[in-house]
T-cell receptor, first 113, second 113 residues
Framework: GQNIDQPTEMTATEGAIVQINCTYQ??????LFWYQQHAGEAPTFLSY????GLEEKGRFSSFLSRSKGYSYLLLKELQMKDSASYLC??????????????FGKGTKLSVIP | NAGVTQTPKFQVLKTGQSMTLQCAQD?????MSWYRQDPGMGLRLIHY???????DQGEVPNGYNVSRSTTEDFPLRLLSAAPSQTSVYFC????????????FGPGTRLLVL
């Protein structure tokens, strides 16, 4: 089975930097995704890491350490619109040439003025 | 492109009724999947398909059936609705065998009384 842990809630101030951590235990690891989900809406893709290191995309960066089973999402210059849930998801090989994406429970980020 | 579409947006059922949640995509994606999202539980995989004619079970398949007769459509059938199936259901699709970014539909909110 798979186990994915991330904090339930976080609060940060507009303009600040926040780091959302995700730890996982899985077999057949093939990458880690971060999705953003605003209340009442569908998840939308933010980032994908398959190799160790940092991937930067504008104000958002994502880091992966496969040996430690650890990832984080870094959000810089926080804006009010960044208030959302952030979902960590692990992609693992499920056999017969297919893969499954398993989600953590999500971290609800509140950005305050 | 319309992307991933789901119907209905909202549905109320009585215990024991059956219904089909519709999902369609116009991106020629091979991989399609169904998730349910419950408070405090995150997104959980119900069923998935790696191509027309091929389906497989995810983490929580009981009480649901799927079929994939075309590349575009992946309906989810509730055989005999139960209150425990009250949830938000998301359909998602991606290229290939599921390794790529998944695109989510807008969701169907289901209430079973």
């Amino acid at each position: 089975g798979q186990n994915i842990d991330q904090p339930t809630e976080m609060t940060a101030t507009e303009g600040a930097i926040v780091q959302i951590n995700c730890t996982y235990q899985t077999s057949g690891f093939n990458g880690l995704f971060w999705y953003q989900q605003h209340a009442g809406e569908a998840p939308t893709f933010l980032s994908y890491n398959v190799l160790d290191g940092l991937e930067e995309k504008g104000r958002f960066s994502s880091f992966l350490s496969r040996s430690k089973g650890y990832s984080y999402l870094l959000l810089k210059e926080l804006q009010m619109k960044d208030s959302a849930s952030y979902l960590c998801a692990v992609l693992a090989y499920s056999g017969a040439g297919s893969y499954q994406l398993t989600f953590g429970k999500g971290t609800k980020l509140s950005v305050i003025p | 492109n319309a992307g991933v579409t789901q119907t209905p947006k909202f549905q109320v059922l009585k215990t024991g009724q059956s219904m089909t949640l519709q999902c369609a995509q116009d991106m020629n994606h091979e991989y399609m999947s169904w998730y349910r999202q419950d408070p405090g539980m995150g997104l959980r995989l119900i069923h998935y398909s790696v191509g027309a004619g091929i389906t497989d079970q995810g983490e929580v398949p009981n009480g649901y059936n799927v079929s994939r007769s075309t590349t575009e459509d992946f309906p989810l059938r509730l055989l005999s609705a139960a209150p425990s199936q009250t949830s938000v259901y998301f359909c998602a699709s991606s290229y290939g065998s599921g390794m790529e970014t998944q695109y989510f539909g807008p969701g169907t909110r289901l209430l079973v009384l």
